[in-house]
Nanobody
Framework: QLVESGGGSVQAGDSLRLSCAAS?????MSWFRQAPGKEREFVALIAWNGGTTYYAESVEGRFTISEDSTNNTVYLQMNSLKPEDTAVYYC???????????????WGQGTRVTVSA
Protein backbone atom coordinates (compact mmCIF):
# COMPACT_ATOMS: atom_id res chain seq x y z
CA GLN A 1 0.00 0.00 0.00
CA LEU A 2 1.25 3.45 -0.93
CA VAL A 3 -0.02 6.70 0.56
CA GLU A 4 0.95 10.06 -0.90
CA SER A 5 0.75 13.43 0.82
CA GLY A 6 2.03 16.96 0.41
CA GLY A 7 0.13 18.27 -2.59
CA GLY A 8 -1.44 21.69 -2.69
CA SER A 9 -1.91 24.94 -4.56
CA VAL A 10 1.09 27.21 -5.01
CA GLN A 11 2.36 30.06 -7.17
CA ALA A 12 4.86 29.65 -9.97
CA GLY A 13 8.38 29.57 -8.57
CA ASP A 14 7.31 28.08 -5.25
CA SER A 15 8.33 24.70 -3.84
CA LEU A 16 6.47 21.64 -2.56
CA ARG A 17 7.59 18.34 -1.12
CA LEU A 18 5.55 15.22 -1.76
CA SER A 19 5.81 12.15 0.43
CA CYS A 20 4.93 8.53 -0.28
CA ALA A 21 4.71 6.10 2.61
CA ALA A 22 5.06 2.46 1.57
CA SER A 23 3.92 -0.50 3.61
CA UNK A 24 6.12 -2.89 1.64
CA UNK A 25 9.30 -2.85 -0.40
CA UNK A 26 9.93 -3.21 -4.14
CA UNK A 27 13.07 -2.76 -6.21
CA UNK A 28 12.36 0.86 -7.00
CA MET A 29 9.88 3.66 -6.51
CA SER A 30 8.77 6.23 -9.02
CA TRP A 31 6.67 9.34 -9.23
CA PHE A 32 4.32 9.81 -12.13
CA ARG A 33 1.91 12.62 -12.87
CA GLN A 34 -1.24 13.03 -14.87
CA ALA A 35 -2.58 16.36 -16.05
CA PRO A 36 -6.21 16.76 -17.12
CA GLY A 37 -6.78 15.25 -20.54
CA LYS A 38 -3.27 13.82 -20.73
CA GLU A 39 -1.69 10.44 -20.24
CA ARG A 40 0.16 9.54 -17.08
CA GLU A 41 3.83 10.43 -17.46
CA PHE A 42 7.03 9.48 -15.70
CA VAL A 43 8.59 12.08 -13.41
CA ALA A 44 11.37 10.45 -11.36
CA LEU A 45 12.65 7.08 -10.14
CA ILE A 46 14.80 5.93 -7.25
CA ALA A 47 16.11 2.55 -6.19
CA TRP A 48 15.76 1.61 -2.55
CA ASN A 49 19.16 1.79 -0.84
CA GLY A 50 20.94 1.97 -4.15
CA GLY A 51 21.07 5.65 -4.90
CA THR A 52 20.12 5.13 -8.55
CA THR A 53 17.88 7.92 -9.78
CA TYR A 54 16.35 8.95 -13.09
CA TYR A 55 14.42 12.06 -14.01
CA ALA A 56 12.20 13.19 -16.83
CA GLU A 57 13.85 15.88 -18.88
CA SER A 58 11.05 18.30 -18.02
CA VAL A 59 11.89 18.21 -14.29
CA GLU A 60 15.66 17.60 -14.33
CA GLY A 61 17.40 20.18 -12.17
CA ARG A 62 14.17 21.30 -10.47
CA PHE A 63 12.88 18.12 -8.81
CA THR A 64 14.77 15.79 -6.50
CA ILE A 65 13.67 12.29 -5.54
CA SER A 66 14.97 10.76 -2.33
CA GLU A 67 14.18 7.87 -0.04
CA ASP A 68 14.33 7.14 3.67
CA SER A 69 14.69 3.40 4.00
CA THR A 70 14.29 3.46 7.75
CA ASN A 71 10.64 4.40 7.42
CA ASN A 72 9.93 3.23 3.87
CA THR A 73 9.17 6.71 2.58
CA VAL A 74 9.99 8.31 -0.75
CA TYR A 75 10.02 12.05 -1.29
CA LEU A 76 9.77 14.34 -4.28
CA GLN A 77 11.14 17.81 -3.64
CA MET A 78 9.78 20.12 -6.30
CA ASN A 79 11.39 23.53 -6.71
CA SER A 80 10.82 26.33 -9.21
CA LEU A 81 7.36 25.01 -9.96
CA LYS A 82 5.73 25.98 -13.23
CA PRO A 83 2.06 26.02 -14.26
CA GLU A 84 2.80 23.07 -16.55
CA ASP A 85 3.67 21.01 -13.45
CA THR A 86 -0.01 21.08 -12.50
CA ALA A 87 -1.22 17.49 -12.25
CA VAL A 88 -2.17 14.68 -9.92
CA TYR A 89 1.04 13.08 -8.73
CA TYR A 90 1.21 9.36 -8.05
CA CYS A 91 3.89 7.24 -6.46
CA UNK A 92 4.35 3.70 -7.68
CA UNK A 93 6.39 0.66 -6.73
CA UNK A 94 7.94 -1.68 -9.24
CA UNK A 95 10.50 -4.39 -9.90
CA UNK A 96 12.04 -2.89 -13.04
CA UNK A 97 13.69 0.42 -13.72
CA UNK A 98 11.02 1.61 -16.11
CA UNK A 99 9.43 4.82 -17.32
CA UNK A 100 6.23 2.96 -18.23
CA UNK A 101 3.25 3.01 -15.83
CA UNK A 102 2.31 -0.51 -16.93
CA UNK A 103 5.53 -1.87 -15.38
CA UNK A 104 4.51 -0.86 -11.86
CA UNK A 105 2.62 -3.17 -9.55
CA UNK A 106 1.48 -0.85 -6.78
CA TRP A 107 0.09 2.66 -6.85
CA GLY A 108 -0.96 5.34 -4.42
CA GLN A 109 -4.19 7.27 -4.64
CA GLY A 110 -2.54 10.43 -5.93
CA THR A 111 -2.07 13.93 -4.57
CA ARG A 112 -3.03 17.05 -6.50
CA VAL A 113 -0.56 19.80 -7.29
CA THR A 114 -1.81 23.07 -8.75
CA VAL A 115 0.61 25.77 -9.83
CA SER A 116 -0.79 29.13 -10.80
CA ALA A 117 1.03 31.73 -12.85
Amino acid sequence: QLVESGGGSVQAGDSLRLSCAASGRTLCMSWFRQAPGKEREFVALIAWNGGTTYYAESVEGRFTISEDSTNNTVYLQMNSLKPEDTAVYYCAGGWHYSFLPSEYTSWGQGTRVTVSA
